[in-house]
């Protein structure tokens, strides 16, 4: 497909001074009158430029300039839209035009979902509603006024406040919404719909009381008490923690069933996927809780860091997604307990976004192409762009970052600006170079660091040498050094941290070590004692690979006395990939090496210190995606057995000691949803998968028993866990229970799907063509998809990866299908099939066939776009 160009960027040859949009709805089609005041930009290069308004699909119905059609020629209709040419200084528009939301399978524009009306803007959605110069940098005020059947749908909301609302003749009503607060096509929503509204207020910082109204279908109505809870944590957390306050009088969110991310941020009107609205103790997990928790607030966080202050262009996406994932973080971590939420984000990046940055898609954070922008809403932009943000605030100092955000918001609000707008405001405020820092936004690709070090006994000196490189990736064959901040502290033999200066600086016990160059030594003084172990890349400083050559002896020293949470897991995670490595390369177990873990594992389980969560955390070994990272390619079946293998074989001589924790924890199922509560869930169910999985005999009738007792989701899915990968009739007991339980629940019946989809006991491709046959599954409903394809390619090596390509064909038949009626979500889906080159050669050969299968077909520009890089 043909690539946008970051470098081609130019202003828009007109702004839109004000906007009306008037909806006469239904689902059939949708007639649309969009009256626009336009005015030549100053800033356009082209003085006499035409306008460009984009529109797909939508048809035509009339057009006129100042009241008068446009004269023959002027207005030219092509494959993007509208053209109009001749255009005075300043004119007024008024277009007609019609859409079709029952027909838009694709879930982009304005569609239909369990018989109400929505749309999804963000990023190029707009243009499928009407036409209009739909790019993030024209931004102005939109007058709404929506006109609908009143019985189909009583509820009609667009972005702002409601300033007009009446009943028609014919059975039909309107409402009038202003939005007073500019704002790019991207951030429009409306929904007309029959909704149950549940209603709170919350009182801003200054005292102004805002109305909350989260919308539901009626029979959802109460499983949105969390989700009200959670939006009100986060206004206050806005406010307390980086001084932002909420700007409208209205906040409103609505869920939907067919959705196909997770949530959108429109202005005062929310769209969220139901997933992460609807929660109650019998139908969501903790880990479903916490999730609600974070995606509320990451919308609502938005409202600064994406809306107030927008993108100038989509090459800009992480100026708002990556500070706003940093911002929802902080958040978690503020909820949580223990550095525990900044271990899961790093698992998860290790996961995600370690392979994507190390495979065929990889990007920069900021990227200078693309063919579709739907395909860079990545964990790179999201998630290393966090990360991004994260360590400017480590290398300026906490509270000079903090005052750069104020300056951040306070100059370009309202405004569209790009991610060097972000670092300049940073480097003024702290008075820094960052010009070098700004290769991470550049650069894709993971950075390896080696760490050497040299000490000379108590009282003396250490060195350390810290070198780093960056492997290539597509169309970046060489790579410059990054600006890493390092943080380090060395450890004495009670685990304590010892202190030393630095050539002139002070005396410390903690550093950040700032590595620039390809190599760089650093030097310490008067260390107060000979270091029994150095604790490297605290808190996980910088999203690099690191090696720091750590003997076993050391590392069960970190594993045991770390203050650092994450330095802590890594020890286990460095730990356990090495065992695996071992394994795998030298085709044999590391006995050594594995009794040596065993022996810290059992240390850690007789530790009463520990927090439950972070003990739940430790003991878990890194997933296969993850351990893939390691080899240049492996046998990803190979690796997985391996992988449980090393498992059973470490747990096995600690079930007695798992067994003895367990009755600390009988009083889990306690309907008490505390950081600590739910952390000592997590370890109940973390120790009985572990005792399943290490054959413990009697973990299998306790998994029975917590299932038939529990009063929690969390406890029925750690019994259903539990036992998913045993082909044991406990399996097929509890998931027919748990089938018939939630037949008609869509939402907990993702988990059943989730759970048959993702197990490896054998049949796994009867229970695939049964899942698509359930009468809860659906095609057009991304949900149930991903439920069932996600975690049959995520965790169900064995048929995934079968070695007669079966497991390949039956997914690319599947994207092939979904591709036409969703492309987004099928370009998603097809992910895992593009990473043929990180598998054995057998195998990848057959991944490959597949795609170029998928290639010579007529297939949406989404998925081509995907394949197209990943053959490349
Ligand atoms: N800003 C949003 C990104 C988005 C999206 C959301 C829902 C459906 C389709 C979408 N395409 C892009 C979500 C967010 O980051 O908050
Ligand atoms: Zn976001």
Redesign the pocket.
């Known amino acids: 497909p043909l690539a946008v160009y970051l470098n081609d960027y130019q202003p828009p040859a007109f702004v839109v001074e004000s906007l009306e949009l008037d909806f006469d709805l239904a689902a059939a089609a949708t007639e649309v009158t969009t009256r626009m005041a336009v005015r030549r930009n100053p800033e356009a290069v082209e003085p006499d430029a035409p306008l460009r308004m984009y529109g797909d699909g939508v048809e035509l119905v009339s057009f006129t300039v100042d009241g008068a059609k446009p004269a023959e020629g002027l207005l030219e209709q092509d494959a993007e839209g509208l053209l109009l040419h001749g255009l005075p200084e300043a004119a007024r528009l008024e277009i007609v035009s019609r859409c079709h939301p029952e027909q838009n399978t694709q879930l982009e524009g304005l569609y239909a979902s369990s018989g109400n009306l929505c749309t999804?803007c963000?990023?190029e959605g707009f243009r499928r509603i009407t036409f209009f110069p739909d790019r993030p940098d024209v931004l102005t005020t939109y007058r709404v006024r929506l006109e609908a059947d009143r019985v189909q749908y009583p509820v009609l909301l667009a972005n702002g406040n409601r300033v007009e609302a009446g009943e028609l003749d014919g059975g039909r009503h309107y409402a009038v919404w202003e939005d007073p607060f500019l704002k790019p096509s991207y951030l429009f929503a409306l929904v007309a719909g029959d909704l149950a509204c549940q209603r709170d207020t919350f009182t801003t910082m200054s005292g102004r009381e805002v109305q909350l109204e989260l919308y539901v279908e009626a029979h959802n109505a109460d499983r949105c008490d969390h989700a009200l809870a959670s939006l009100k944590r986060a206004m206050r957390f806005d406010e307390e923690a980086f001084g932002r306050e909420y700007d409208l009088d209205v906040y409103m969110i609505v869920a939907v069933d067919d959705?196909?991310?997770?949530?959108?941020?429109n202005k005062g009107l929310n769209l969220f996927n139901a997933k992460y609205v609807l929660a109650s103790p019998d139908t969501a997990t903790d880990d479903d809780f916490v999730a609600i928790e974070s995606v509320i607030a990451?919308?609502y966080f938005?409202n600064w860091s994406g809306n107030r202050v927008t993108c100038r262009d989509w090459f800009q996406l992480s100026l708002k997604?990556g500070l706003?994932v940093f911002r929802d973080q902080e958040f978690t971590t503020d909820c949580t307990l223990f550095g525990v939420k900044r271990i899961d984000d790093v698992a998860m990046l290790r996961a995600f976004q370690f392979p994507e940055d190390a495979g065929p898609l990889a990007h920069p954070v900021r990227p200078d192409h693309y063919a579709e922008i739907?395909n860079f809403?990545t964990l790179t932009v999201y998630e290393k762009g966090a990360e991004l943000i994260r360590m400017l605030r480590t290398l300026i100092g906490r509270e000079t970052f903090r005052r750069g955000l104020d300056v951040y918001f306070e100059r370009f609000d309202g405004q569209a600006v790009t991610t060097d707008d972000f670092v300049a405001v940073m480097a003024e405020v702290s008075g820094r170079n960052l010009t070098p820092f700004k290769r991470w936004y550049t650069q894709a690709g993971t950075p390896r660091v080696t760490a050497a070090t040299s000490f000379d006994g108590p009282g003396g000196q250490a060195r350390i040498t810290l070198t780093q490189e960056t492997p290539p990736t597509p169309g970046q064959e060489h790579k410059e050094p990054v600006v890493i901040p390092m943080r380090v502290a060395f450890l004495d033999a009670e685990g304590r941290r010892i202190t030393a200066h630095q050539k002139g600086g002070e005396v410390q016990d903690e550093w950040v070590l700032e590595l620039s160059e390809g190599e760089q030594t650093f030097r310490f003084e008067e260390l107060s004692d000979s270091p029994t172990a150095i604790s490297w890349l605290r808190g996980f400083s910088a999203p690099v690979i690191l090696n720091a050559n750590q003997g076993v002896d050391e590392l069960a020293h970190l594993l045991a006395y770390d203050d650092d949470a994450f330095a802590r897991w890594e020890a286990a995670q460095t730990l356990f990939r090495r065992a695996i490595r071992s394994r795998i390369e030298h085709d044999a177990a590391d006995t050594a090496l594995e009794a040596a873990i065993e022996h810290a594992l059992a240390a850690l389980l007789r530790d009463d210190a520990i927090e439950p969560v972070l003990l739940a955390t430790i003991l878990q070994l890194p997933p296969t995606r993850e351990l893939a990272e390691l080899f240049e390619r492996v046998d990803p079946v190979r690796l997985r057995n391996e992988r449980d293998d090393l498992e059973k074989r470490l747990y096995m001589p600690l079930t007695d000691a798992m067994q003895q924790i367990q009755p600390k924890l009988d009083d889990v199922d306690n309907g008490a949803f505390t950081a600590e509560a739910m952390g000592r869930r997590q370890l109940r169910n973390r120790l009985l998968a572990l005792r399943v999985a290490a054959r413990d005999q009697a973990a299998v009738p306790e998994a029975l028993a917590q299932y038939q007792k529990a009063r929690s989701q969390t406890m029925r899915m750690g019994a259903l866990n539990a036992v998913n990968e045993l082909d044991h009739e406990a399996r097929q007991v509890l998931l027919a229970d748990f089938e018939k339980r939630y037949r008609d629940d869509p939402l907990v019946l993702d988990k059943y799907f989730g759970l048959q989809a993702g197990s490896q006991v054998a049949g796994g491709f009867e229970r695939l063509d049964a899942l698509l046959e359930h009468p809860g599954f659906r095609w057009t409903n991304p949900n149930r998809v991903r439920a069932v394809l996600g975690p049959f390619m995520a965790r169900n090596e064995r048929h995934f990866h079968q070695d007669d390509g079966e497991g390949y064909r039956r997914m690319g038949g599947f994207v092939e299908k979904l591709d036409a009626m969703n492309p987004q979500t099928a370009a998603r889906l097809a992910q895992p099939l593009t990473r043929w080159r990180k598998v054995d050669t057998g195998r990848g050969e057959q991944m490959r066939a597949e795609l170029e299968r998928l290639a010579a077909l007529e297939v949406s520009r989404d998925l081509r776009d995907v394949i197209e890089r990943a053959l490349a």
Request: hydrophobic residues 25%; charged residues 25%; without cysteine.
């Open positions: 999804q963000e990023p959705f196909n991310m997770g949530a959108m941020e990451h919308e938005h997604e706003t739907n809403y």
